[in-house]
């Protein structure tokens, strides 16, 4: 399953909507999905988001849509 992730890219500092960023990426759950991101980053976590159907098929067809890989540590 494809997650939408959203996040703060320095956790250190006060959350605000105009840094927030978003990843896309592939795990079997969203606790999964989390540990990923947490895992490999020192990114905030806001939301982690499934995307299925049509809301998969919209976010694809943006520019930003890449799908994010870690490599394993």
């Known amino acids: 399953m494809i997650f939408k992730v959203l996040y703060q890219p320095d956790a250190k500092q006060t959350p605000r909507r105009e840094t927030t960023r978003s990843l ?4 079997d759950t969203e606790v999964e999905a989390r ?3 947490e895992d490999n980053t020192d990114y905030a976590i806001e939301f982690v988001e499934p ?3 049509e809301h998969l098929e919209y976010e694809q ?3 930003n849509f890449k799908l994010t890989e870690f ?3």
């Open 24 to 27: 896309y990426l592939e795990a």
């Open 71 to 73: 490599n394993n540590k």
């Open 61 to 63: 067809k943006s520019s």
């Open 35 to 37: 540990a990923l991101v």
């Open 51 to 53: 995307l299925r159907g």
